[in-house]
């Protein structure tokens, strides 16, 4: 049977990334203009115009790129329907060509019976158009502008400002663009998987695509430039300075391979191919400024060891000065609420690291593999957010990301530690020719209470943890982990569904454990995991509760079809769950789902080394 190629699931995942990006660009431009709002007042000469100029621009190009995304997602909408009537045509075209066929042999047959009944069957059956449906060519064009960031030299004017408010606005638009990064990233892996997949429409243009990486690429250089303004500001002691002298802030710039790695909105890939353009010593990364290192610390895509130098900087600067750090992460707000909350979780992530460091030298394996890494700190959607694995990721021949669920934070690593320590324990015990690294992803802003019935946190911390995925493995792309498996507790599961629908590596095993529920679009099928597995323990009655409070948007994994399902329940030498929680501590008369001897410990411990339960 004669088909076209397009793929509707691709289009599908274009329209939703351009929804997506249009959307958070216009939320980004409002934003943006409320900020430039605050610093206007206390800038003053040429370059507060300089500011003014160049962030009209950075707004008026970001809405009409958010137009053009819009105008692609539904053109891509027209597109499916275009190929919805061309299937239905050629399948009626194939339908009576098999009718016809059979007429043909009454007609040849010599029967005068069987030639009237075909005559008159071929009267009420005309055939079906033969012109093919054409469908409208997508163009999606656009291009950012280059800003301008100096006087030129021709201006003998002078120039002020305050150098904390330009920081401040540096601050906010990186933490921006942070956020926007994800967004871009989906986009650009949607628009590839939509051009393979459904070639059968025209491309007309496609410079929208290229245009949010000159962007991102724009923002970024405005940020460094009034960081460079605000340095300048300040070691003249305030008041005024010379145009002439701020113009050589704009060409004072780090290296064009830093530039490209440090660019926002880059897939991991594209951040493992420009990391490998520079010099790959540790006292490079040590030399960074702070704020290249915060940025470098987030970078997935960046080998394991770097990132976890980058991030122990940052986290060592922000439990020294933590003032400094919540600015640097673009937090603002109240300070006087904010800041205190802040100093708080950064003292027990850092206390985290320290004990994941003095778990790490008990692990099971070789030396390599006695290691603790801080493999990202920052910001997502207002939150601390903050990744530790206990052993090596970068060299581990069996890498686990264990997901939280509702009400986690950086702040709460420990408990989760602990888990690691005793998954890749019971891991070693059950195959001791892997070495071992589990991750506990405490990378999104996880949801309360109040808003565990609903999708909205796991949709954003999907793209996040989606880009962690890929990012361990375009890292190591040359020394390839044998295995990578991710585990979810709670709603950390309806997060993971999500983003495994989104990766473009896939997992081998995609455990699910006190689930309150997968997304409803994640079937065995779509999901990028080789393997899907679940428990959920008699003894944990706060999931079932999940799973109602979410039955518009989620499903029970055990009603999903492909689904492995495992007990939780007591078994010989094994505990049973008791209650919903990852942990539960040595002394406690609780047992949670990867505390010390439960059986779902014990299970997933057998599918995070040798791929499936005994």
């Known amino acids: 049977m004669a088909t076209i190629e397009f793929d509707d699931g691709a289009a599908d995942a274009l329209i939703a990334a351009a929804d997506g990006a249009s959307s958070d660009l216009r939320t980004q431009a409002m934003a943006n203009r409320m900020q430039v709002e605050s ?38 909408g027209t ?34 019976l069987q030639g009237a009944s075909a005559f008159a069957t071929s009267l009420t059956d005309p055939r079906p158009s ?9 163009a999606a064009s656009f291009s950012a502008r280059v800003r301008n960031r100096t006087s030129g030299g021709s201006s003998g004017g002078m120039s002020s400002a305050d150098p904390d408010l330009l920081r401040t606005f540096a601050a906010a638009s990186r933490a921006s663009d942070l956020s926007s990064a994800q ?47 605000a340095a300048a500001f300040e070691e003249a002691g305030g008041g005024s300075l010379p145009d002439l002298s701020l113009d050589s802030v704009a060409v004072t710039s780090a290296s064009p391979a830093l530039t490209r790695l440090l660019q926002p909105g880059l897939t991991p890939a594209e951040v493992a191919e420009a990391y490998a353009q520079l010099p790959q010593t540790d006292a490079y990364i040590s030399g960074l400024p702070l704020a290249t290192q915060y940025l470098f610390a987030n970078l997935d895509g960046v080998p394991a060891s770097k990132r976890d130098i980058a991030s122990r900087a940052v ?28 100093e708080e979780q950064v003292k027990a992530l850092s206390d985290a690291v320290d004990d994941a460091d003095e778990r790490a030298r008990y692990l099971p394996g070789e030396q390599v593999d006695k290691a603790a890494q801080l493999v990202g700190f920052g910001e997502h959607d207002g939150a601390l957010v903050a990744a530790i694995s206990l052993g090596n990721v970068e060299t581990a021949s069996n890498v686990t990301v264990n997901v939280p669920g509702m009400d986690s934070n ?44 609903f999708s909205a946190r796991a949709s954003s911390g999907a793209s996040e943890l989606a880009s962690f995925l890929d990012g361990v493995h375009d890292s190591r792309a040359s020394t390839a982990p044998d295995s990578v498996t991710v585990m979810a507790h709670s709603y950390g599961s309806t997060t993971t569904s999500e983003a495994l629908l989104l990766t473009q590596n896939r997992v081998d095993s995609f455990i699910s454990y006190g689930s309150v529920g997968l997304t409803e679009e994640a079937t065995v099928e779509e999901l990028n995991a080789d393997a899907v597995f679940s428990t ?20 029970d994994p055990s009603e999903v079809p492909g689904v492995q399902q495992f007990s939780s329940e007591g078994g010989p030498g094994t505990e049973a769950v008791t209650q919903h929680n990852m942990w539960t501590d040595f002394e406690s008369d609780q047992t949670g789902y990867l505390a010390a001897d439960s059986t779902s410990l014990m299970t997933s411990s057998q599918i995070v080394a040798n791929g499936r339960p005994d």
């Open 39 to 76: 610093v206007v007042p206390d800038f003053q000469g040429a370059y507060a115009t300089l500011f003014t100029q160049a962030s009209t621009v950075r707004s008026e190009d970001t809405q009409k790129l958010a137009g053009v995304l819009s105008d692609l997602s539904g053109a891509v």
């Open 315 to 342: 986290l060592d600067a922000a439990v020294e000065d933590p003032e400094r750090v919540y600015q640097l992460m673009g937090f603002g707000g109240d300070r006087n609420r904010g800041l205190p909350a802040f």
């Open 130 to 138: 033969d012109v093919a449906v054409k469908p409208k060519p997508i």
């Open 79 to 112: 597109a499916k329907q275009e190929a919805e009537r061309e299937r239905q045509r050629l399948r009626d075209v194939d339908s009576w060509t098999t009718r016809e066929t059979a007429r043909d042999e009454q007609r040849a047959s010599g029967d005068f």
């Open 536 to 555: 959920l323990a008699a003894g944990d009655g706060l999931a079932p509760f999940g799973l109602w409070l979410g039955q518009n948007s989620r499903t």
């Open 183 to 229: 967004h871009v990233i989906q986009m650009k892996n949607a628009w590839a998987g939509f051009t393979s997949a459904c070639s059968w429409v025209p491309i007309d243009s496609s410079t929208a695509i290229s245009s949010l990486d000159v962007l991102m690429t724009e923002n970024a250089a405005d940020a460094t430039w009034l960081d460079g303004i």
């Open 410 to 453: 950086a702040a709460g690593l420990s408990s989760s530690i602990k888990a690691s320590e005793q998954l890749i324990t019971a891991a070693f015990d059950e195959n001791r020719h892997e070495s071992y690294a589990v991750v506990s992803w405490f990378g999104y802003n996880s949801p309360n209470k109040g808003e565990v019935a």
